[in-house]
């Protein structure tokens, strides 16, 4: 069975750091480009960025420029604002262009003092 | 960044209705343009990618078309388990963008 399964729900204090895993499953993981995304309680769906896992090459939505790195398997977000409380979901496409076909259940991140 | 605007916000329909959501590209994005279903509390779920083409095991009640700029879904006859969020995404750009949503209630 095709997934992605993702870590377990964190709790940070402000300016603190949080890493977010993504483990795939039942296929090839460096065949498909990973994104993250993310959705803040009763908001929309808001792209961070993406990752080809073949390469390591990465893509960063200018918002979160200078405070995210995404690597193969994990996702980490510094300096963490109240407002960076979401969930968060990595998916994975086949292409850079293509939709997100498969996605993590989730990984709620809380983010206060 | 590309923006993706999404009508309507919400949306109240009756079972065996048909409907449309809209959404529109600030600029254009050839036929990099896919719409996910999110249900309370779960991932987003892929329905339709690349304008039109429905991702394996989607009913075919739902339909996407439109190009360059402005794109449709359409639900030909609401069925119960329907309601829910609709979201248009742009894979066009180096920067991937969402529409706003779009909630579709039971009238």
């Known amino acids: 069975q095709v997934q992605l399964v993702q870590s377990g729900a964190e709790v940070k204090k402000p300016g603190a750091s949080v890493k977010v895993s993504c483990k795939a499953s039942?296929?090839?993981?460096?065949?498909?480009?990973l994104h993250w995304v993310r959705q803040a309680p009763g908001q929309g769906l808001e792209w961070m960025g993406i990752i080809n896992p073949s390469g390591g090459s990465t893509r960063y939505a200018q918002k979160f420029q200078g405070r995210v790195t995404m690597s193969t398997v994990y996702m980490e977000l510094t300096s963490l604002r109240t407002e960076d409380t979401a969930v968060y979901y990595c998916?994975?496409?086949?292409?850079?262009?293509?939709?997100?076909?498969?996605w993590g259940q989730g990984t709620t991140v809380i983010v206060s003092s | 960044d590309i923006q993706m605007t999404q009508s309507p916000s919400s949306l109240s329909a009756s079972v065996g209705d048909r409907v449309t959501i809209t959404c529109r590209a600030n600029?254009?994005?050839?036929?990099?343009l896919n719409w996910y279903q999110q249900k309370p509390g779960k991932a987003p779920k892929l329905l339709i990618y690349s304008v039109s083409n429905l991702q394996s095991g989607v009913p075919s009640r739902f339909s996407g078309s439109g190009s360059g700029t402005d794109f449709t879904l359409t639900i030909s006859s609401l069925q119960p388990e329907d309601f829910a969020t609709y979201y248009c995404h742009q894979s066009y750009s180096s920067f991937h963008t969402f529409g706003q949503g779009t909630k579709l209630e039971i009238k």
């Open positions: 039942g296929y090839t993981f460096t065949n498909y480009y």
């Open positions: 998916a994975s496409s086949w292409t850079v262009d293509s939709a997100m076909g498969i």
């Open positions: 600029q254009t994005i050839s036929t990099n």
